[in-house]
């Protein structure tokens, strides 16, 4: 059951990097993975590409196609409705890290 409830936390925090680096710039895929991976994300193909599926299935990000090397390459955007959840997301996770003793400002800006 632990397992189960830290993978759900991890996805959320997921959910929130990726939002926060498609509000910086254009991402893609193989890109997230490799930035997941450099903050300890235990994450592939099968986890991510879900992901921006279903982020783009709800409105948070866009996408677009550009071939790279001969290979068809998605870029996704964060967009207005993604922008509004990334900022009330912030929002709570620093109220949240506030109440156990964090300092907030320094973690998300």
Avoid at 4 to 30: C, M, P, S, W
Avoid at 37 to 54: A, F, I, R
Avoid at 61 to 83: A, D, F, Q, S, W
């Amino acid at each position: 059951m632990e397992v189960k409830i830290l993978r759900k936390i991890t996805l959320g925090f997921i959910y929130l990097h990726v939002l926060h680096h498609a509000n910086e710039q254009e991402i893609f895929g193989r890109w997230m993975i490799d930035e997941l991976q450099s903050h300890g994300y235990e994450v592939g193909p099968s986890t991510v590409y879900p992901l921006l599926k279903e982020m783009i299935q709800n409105g948070l990000l866009t996408m677009r196609e550009e071939i790279v090397e001969g290979k068809i390459r998605k870029y996704y955007r964060i967009t207005p409705v993604g922008n509004e959840l990334l900022i009330k997301a912030k929002q709570r996770v620093n109220a949240l890290i506030s109440e156990v003793g964090g300092q907030p400002d320094a973690i998300l800006q």
